[in-house]
């Protein structure tokens, strides 16, 4: 089996006590015996803003058949001003009222008057106490009126923009600088 693990150490780690930890760790759990089949590739250039970041970036430079590597990413100080927690309850309410547009079922028999409702994509005539979603049963295309989707849509651009806000308003404090290894081997 293939296994793969990312560990995160301070920049300043001896990189060779890494590598013959992770050296040990694979002649261990390996089937071969041996341990990792290549040197760890430490890429000096760049910082990646966040641990996610880094992961991609590790995806993007993997060049294969077992490739160890690491690069540096900011893992920032959790900010506890009130301005910040302020917008991160704003994030959050902004995302749980998209949420609830997004998922409310439209069409039940409480809250219109017609027993069918028409498909604008296909034509299909649907018995409204047969619907268990907003998509059309025949083409799958949603049913909802044009002003809610919009609606919808409106209050999905609001979660984005605040979220966008609450990431540069974290991208201006502290952080610490850390690396970010990947190493694989078959066990």
Request: aromatic share 10%; with cysteine.
């Amino acid at each position: 089996m293939h296994e793969i693990h990312y560990a995160s150490y301070k920049e300043n780690v001896n990189r060779r006590k890494v590598e013959d930890e992770w050296d040990e760790i694979c002649e261990r759990e390996s089937d071969s015996g041996g341990g990792l089949y290549n040197h760890i590739r430490w890429i000096e250039n760049g910082i990646s803003d966040s641990y996610d970041e880094a992961q991609k970036r590790i995806e993007n430079l993997d060049r294969g058949d077992y490739d160890q590597l690491a690069v540096k990413y900011k893992r920032f100080h959790e900010n506890k001003t009130k301005g910040h927690q302020e917008l991160i309850k704003k994030v959050n309410e902004a995302y749980e009222d998209f949420r609830k547009k997004s998922e409310r079922l439209h069409y039940t028999p409480g809250n219109v008057t017609s027993s069918f409702v028409g498909c604008k994509n296909c034509g299909s005539k649907i018995s409204v106490k047969h619907l268990k979603s907003n998509s059309c049963p025949v083409c799958h295309a949603d049913l909802r009126p044009a002003s809610t989707l919009k609606t919808i849509e409106n209050a999905e651009k609001k979660w984005h923009m605040m979220a966008e806000r609450l990431k540069k308003d974290t991208s201006k404090g502290k952080f610490d600088v850390l690396w970010l290894v990947k190493v694989e081997y078959h066990v």
